[in-house]
C-alpha cells in the first residue's frame, strides 16, 4: 500500500468536499476545489525537466497563495522555503546564496526588492543560472487534478525553514514533509480535527509551524481560518475574532496567547473553542492559572515543545490544575514513535531527541547536533525527567534564546552591532519580563541610539532587533574574560527625554509603555518606535487602550505621533468626539444611509504595522523552533 503524503491526504479532501471551506479569509472563503485550481495552476508552471530541479522560494503576504504555492511544490517535486515579505535585504541575500532557487513565488510588491537583492548578491550560481520571478497573479488557474494527486506517488523533496546562526548567516533547515505529515496525524486524532473542523492560522509564512497551521485542518476535512491584516490580532481584537471565526482549535505563541488576559469575560464569548495549543517559548505557571480561572476544564492549553530541526512540535502536554504552580510547567511526553534522552549528570543535562523518520539536517549539510544516523538530535536545551516520566525544560546551554517565540542568536546579534564604527564593546541578553522576553543590548563606546537601533534593522531580522539599548562604561566580565551577564544591570535606567508627564492620563499611557517595553521609565516625548514597540506591542498598546480609556485609534493616526504626549492628545480628541456623537445621535436622527452615533473612529482601525515578525510580530508574528 501506498504511504500517504501531505498532498494525497489532501487531495482526497478535495475529492471528497469539493466547494466546501478550505480557507476563511478577509477577502472571503476559498473552496477545496478553488484552492485544488491554483494548486494546479503552479504545478504547472514549477514542473521542470531537470532532476533535480532547485528550491523555490516562497515571498507572499497572501496565505492562501503562499499554500497554493506549496502544494504546488509538492507536486511538482520541488523544494520549497517560504520566507517573511519583511525580511531585511541583507538577511535576504545570505537566504538566496544558501538556497540558490531556481524560481521565487513572490508578491508584486516585492518583486523589485527582491530583484536588487539578487543583482547584489551576484555569486556563481545566480550568474550561472538566473531565478526566475513568479508573481501570484501571472499564475492562471487549471484544471484540479485531485484524482491524480490522490494516488501519486511523489518524492518527498521537502522544506527549507531559516533561523538565525552562530556566524550572522541564516541557517537553513531542511525539513522532511514526511515528518510534518507525523505530526498532522498525531494532532488530528489527538484532539478530534475532521471535517469543518475550524483552525486558527496566526503563524507567519517564514515559520515552519504554518505547516501545521494550515495542514492540519486541510488534510482532514476542516477549515483554515486566516485573520485579516499583516499581523496576529491581539488582546480583545484576538478574542473578537477567533469568536466571529468560530475558531474551535487555536494555535500560537504564549506571547499572542497572554494578550487574551486583556479581554473582558473570553469563556463566555468563545463557546467554540476547545483547545489552544501553545509552542515557541516557555509557557508560565501563571498562564495556565489564567486559563484554568476563565475555562476551567471547558477547553484545553497544551503545552508544546520540539526544535524545527525535528519538524515542529515532538513533546506534549494537556495542562492541569497543577501547573497552575509549576516552576517550570512541564512539556510532557514524547508524541508516538519519538523517543529522547536527558545526557548528563545529576539527572539535568542535554535533551537528545530521536524521531522515526530520517533528519534531513541543515542546508549546505552544516554541522550541528545531528548523528551519523540521522534519527538523533542533540537540542541544546537543558532538561530533567521528572519522576512521572514527563520532561521539564529547563532552558539553553548556549547563546540561543527565544524572543516572542522566535529563535535568536545573542552572538549573532553582537557581532551586527559590533560591526557599527562607534561600538567599542556590546553583549546581548534576553530578560524577562511579565510581558515576556525582552532583548537588551549592553554597549560601550559613542553610538548614538537611534544610530544604533537603525543599523541593528538593516543587518538583522526584526526579532532580532533589541528592544533596548543600554549604554554602559564597560561590560562585566567573568575571570576568564567571558561577559557575565548575571552583572548586567535590568535595562531602563531611565527616559529618553527625560521628559515628565503632565496630566493622569500621560502617567497611566507612560506606565502601559513601561510595562510592554520592559522599561522603568518613559519621557512623554518618546518615541515608540525608537524604544523597541515592534508591531506586536503596538496593537497590544492599541488594543490596552481601547479596553482601558474606550477609543478606537488607527494605526496611521497614531504612528503620526507615536509618542506619550501625541497619543494623549489623539485619546482626548476622540473622547471628545464621541461624546459629541452620542449627544447628536440622541437629538438628531441619523442621515439617510448612515447608523446614528457612529463616530469616524468606528471601523476605522488597523492591523498592526507590516515589517515585523510573531512577535511578536510576534512575532510574528512568529513561532520557530523551540
Not at 489552544?276 to 480561572?293: F, T
Not at 512539556?331 to 534522552?341: A, C, D, T
Not at 448612515?594 to 463616530?599: C, D, F, I, N
Request: hydrophobic share 45%; glycine share 12%; proline share 7%.
Amino acid at each position: 500500500m501506498t504511504e500517504s503524503t501531505i498532498l494525497s491526504t489532501w487531495a482526497r479532501q478535495v475529492v471528497r468536499l469539493g466547494p466546501a471551506c478550505a480557507l476563511d479569509t478577509a477577502d472571503g472563503p476559498v473552496g477545496y476545489a478553488d484552492l485544488a485550481a491554483r494548486v494546479a495552476g503552479y504545478e504547472a508552471r514549477l514542473t521542470t525537466g531537470g532532476s533535480p530541479a532547485p528550491p523555490v522560494l516562497l515571498m507572499s503576504a497572501d496565505p492562501v497563495e503562499v499554500i497554493a504555492a506549496m502544494l504546488g511544490c509538492m507536486a511538482a517535486g520541488r523544494t520549497f522555503a517560504p520566507v517573511s515579505v519583511a525580511t531585511p535585504a541583507a538577511v535576504l541575500a545570505g537566504i538566496l546564496d544558501a538556497l540558490r532557487p531556481g524560481t521565487a513565488v513572490v508578491d508584486a510588491a516585492h518583486v523589485d526588492v527582491l530583484r536588487d537583492v539578487l543583482h547584489d548578491v551576484r555569486h556563481a550560481a545566480t550568474a550561472a543560472a538566473p531565478v526566475e520571478t513568479l508573481c501570484p497573479q501571472d499564475v492562471v488557474s487549471g484544471d484540479a487534478s485531485a484524482d491524480r494527486w490522490a494516488d501519486a506517488t511523489v518524492a518527498d523533496h521537502g522544506y527549507v525553514c531559516f533561523t538565525s546562526g552562530t556566524t550572522g548567516r541564516p541557517k537553513g533547515i531542511r525539513g522532511s514533509l514526511r515528518a510534518v505529515r507525523h505530526f498532522v496525524d498525531w494532532e488530528r486524532a489527538e484532539f478530534g480535527v475532521g471535517t469543518g473542523t475550524r483552525v486558527s492560522q496566526l503563524t507567519s509564512p517564514g515559520f515552519d509551524a504554518f505547516l501545521r497551521d494550515a495542514f492540519v485542518p486541510l488534510c482532514a476535512g476542516g477549515t483554515v481560518c486566516v485573520p485579516p491584516g499583516a499581523t496576529p490580532p491581539v488582546g480583545d481584537g484576538l478574542a473578537r475574532w477567533l469568536a466571529a471565526a468560530r475558531v474551535e482549535i487555536a494555535h500560537c505563541v504564549p506571547t499572542v496567547f497572554r494578550t487574551l488576559r486583556a479581554a473582558r469575560d473570553v469563556a463566555d464569548r468563545l463557546p467554540a473553542l476547545r483547545a489552544v495549543l501553545l509552542a515557541g517559548e516557555p509557557l508560565h505557571a501563571a498562564d495556565v492559572a489564567w486559563w484554568r480561572g476563565s475555562f476551567g476544564d471547558r477547553a484545553a492549553l497544551v503545552n508544546l515543545y520540539g526544535p524545527s530541526e525535528t519538524t515542529m512540535t515532538k513533546f506534549f502536554r494537556r495542562t492541569t490544575a497543577d501547573d497552575a504552580h509549576a516552576r517550570p510547567v512541564p512539556v510532557g511526553r514524547p508524541l508516538p514513535g519519538v523517543s529522547f534522552r536527558v545526557l548528563g549528570a545529576g539527572g539535568i543535562g542535554e535533551i537528545e531527541i530521536e524521531t522515526p523518520f530520517p533528519l534531513p539536517g541543515y542546508l549546505g549539510d552544516e554541522p550541528g547536533g545531528f548523528d551519523a544516523d540521522g534519527r538523533r538530535f542533540r537540542t541544546g536545551d537543558l532538561g530533567r525527567v521528572r519522576a512521572d516520566g514527563e520532561l521539564e525544560v529547563l532552558g539553553r546551554r548556549d547563546g540561543l534564546v527565544k524572543v516572542n517565540g522566535v529563535r535568536v542568536e545573542l552572538g549573532e546579534v553582537e557581532g551586527a552591532l559590533r560591526l557599527h564604527e562607534d561600538v567599542r564593546d556590546v553583549v546581548a541578553a534576553a530578560v524577562e519580563h511579565e510581558e515576556g522576553t525582552v532583548l537588551a543590548a549592553y554597549h560601550v563606546g559613542d553610538a548614538a541610539e537611534a544610530d544604533l537601533r537603525a543599523h541593528a534593522r538593516r543587518l538583522l531580522t526584526p526579532a532580532a532587533v533589541p528592544t533596548v539599548f543600554v549604554p554602559m562604561a564597560e561590560i562585566p566580565r567573568t575571570l576568564n574574560g567571558k561577559a557575565d551577564r548575571r552583572r548586567l544591570p535590568r535595562p531602563g535606567a531611565g527616559p529618553v527625554s527625560g521628559s515628565a508627564p503632565r496630566d493622569g492620563l500621560e502617567r497611566d499611557i507612560m506606565a502601559i509603555w513601561a510595562e510592554l517595553l520592559g522599561l522603568a521609565a518613559i519621557g512623554r516625548d518618546d518615541d515608540f518606535v525608537r524604544l523597541g514597540g515592534d508591531s506586536l506591542a503596538t496593537a497590544r498598546l492599541l488594543d490596552r487602550l481601547r479596553t482601558r480609556h474606550g477609543v478606537e485609534i488607527p494605526l496611521r493616526t497614531f504612528l503620526s505621533a507615536p509618542t506619550v504626549a501625541g497619543l494623549a492628545a489623539t485619546v482626548t480628541a476622540l473622547r471628545a468626539t464621541v461624546a459629541v456623537g452620542s449627544v447628536s445621535a440622541g437629538n438628531e436622527a441619523a442621515a439617510p444611509g448612515e447608523p446614528a452615533g457612529r463616530t469616524p473612529s468606528e471601523g476605522a482601525a488597523e492591523s498592526a504595522p507590516s515589517g515585523s515578525e510573531p512577535v511578536p510580530a510576534v512575532v510574528a508574528a512568529g513561532e520557530g523552533g523551540r
